[in-house]
C-alpha cells in the first residue's frame, strides 16, 4: 500500500513525536510512504476559501499525478483536504482554480485524488484482522479513551458517507479493540477539543480542556487516544493549565493514535517518543508492563 504522505504542518512543529511514530509504524503495517515536500499548510483556519481552495488543489494535483491517494494524519487536515476537494468536484470552479493558479506551474488538478486519513488507512486498507495477527503486546484490556475531535466525522456526508459508514463511524474504538484494549466512552469523544478558541477565549478552552480529561480519568481510563494533533497540542499541552483553571488535578496521558498502535505492535514508549509529552505517560507503561525509572 503506498500513499502519498502529507504530515502538516504541527507533525512537523508542535507534536514532532506524532511524526517519527507514524514513520516506524508506517513501516510496520507496510505502508509505503513517499512524503510530499512541495506542498503547504492546507489553511486551516484561514477563513478565505479564495486562499485556501488554490493551495489545496495544487497540493490534490500533486498527488493525481503520481497516481496515489493522499494519506494525513491529521483529523483536522483530513477535514479541511475533504471540503475542499468536495467544493473541487464543480468541473467550472475546478477550471477556475486551474487556470488561475496551477497552469503557471504546469499543474492541473483533474477532481480524481482520494485523501484518508491514517486512521482509515489501518481499518479499510490494512484491515483489523489483519491488524490483531500482528500485536505482540496486547493492551489486555488497557482503559482507553478515544477522542475524535471535531473534523474527522464531521460534516458526516462528507467523512462518514453511506459507503463508509460500516469503517468510519467506530474507526477508533475497532483499531483500541483491535490492539487488545477496553473502550472508554467519554461524553467528549466528538466534540471540539478547545484548541481553536484558545487565543481568543483561553478561558472557556481551558473548560473544555478540563471536561474531556476529566471525564476520561472519571469513567476510568488510563489514557486518551488521539487522531489529531491540534486536539494532542490542547488535551495535553494544555491540560497543565486547565487543571490549575478548575482546581483539580487531572494528569491523563494523551496518545497520538500510531504510538498506540506502535505499543502494541512492539515498540517502546521511548521508540514512540512518549518522553516528549508534557502529561507522563508513565502509566500508560507501567499497565503494559515497561520498566520505569524512579
Sequence with gaps: MKYAFYPGCVSKGGT????????????????ELEE??????????????????????RTFAKAEASNLPI?????????VMAQAQHRL???????????????????????TVEIRHMLWAVVEDFG?????????????GLPVAHFYGCYLRRPPELMVPPEFKKTRKTALEDV???????????SGRGKCCGFP????????????????????KEKGAVT???????????????????????????????????????????FTAKEMAMQRHLVSTEPVEMALGFEVKA
Excluded at 71 to 79: D, F, K, L, P, V
Excluded at 94 to 106: C, P
Excluded at 128 to 140: Q, T
Excluded at 176 to 184: C, F, M, P, R
Design 71 to 79: 494519506m494525513t494524519i491529521c483529523s483536522t487536515c483530513q477535514g
Design 176 to 186: 483500541i479493540e483491535a490492539l487488545g484494549g477496553k473502550v472508554v466512552k467519554s
Design 128 to 140: 483489523l484482522d489483519r491488524l490483531k495477527n500482528i500485536v505482540v503486546r496486547s493492551l489486555e
Design 224 to 266: 486518551l487516544v488521539t487522531p489529531c494533533p491540534l486536539c494532542h497540542l490542547e488535551l495535553d499541552g494544555k491540560q497543565a493549565d486547565a487543571a490549575a483553571y478548575r482546581g483539580e488535578d487531572i494528569n491523563m496521558p494523551v496518545l497520538h493514535l500510531p504510538q498506540l498502535i506502535g505499543l502494541a505492535l512492539g
Design 16 to 31: 514532532p513525536e506524532l511524526y517519527e511514530a507514524t514513520v516506524k509504524v508506517a513501516e510496520k503495517l507496510e505502508f
Design 197 to 216: 478558541i484558545l487565543t481568543s477565549n483561553e478561558d472557556n478552552s481551558l473548560q473544555m480542556c478540563g471536561d474531556h480529561t476529566l471525564d476520561a
Design 89 to 111: 468536484k464543480d468541473e467550472k470552479y475546478r477550471n477556475y482554480i486551474n487556470s488561475e493558479f496551477l497552469s503557471d506551474e504546469g499543474l492541473e488538478y483533474k477532481g
Design 36 to 57: 510530499m515536500r512541495d506542498v503547504g499548510c492546507t489553511g486551516a483556519g484561514v477563513l478565505s476559501r479564495e486562499i485556501s481552495d488554490p493551495i489545496n488543489a
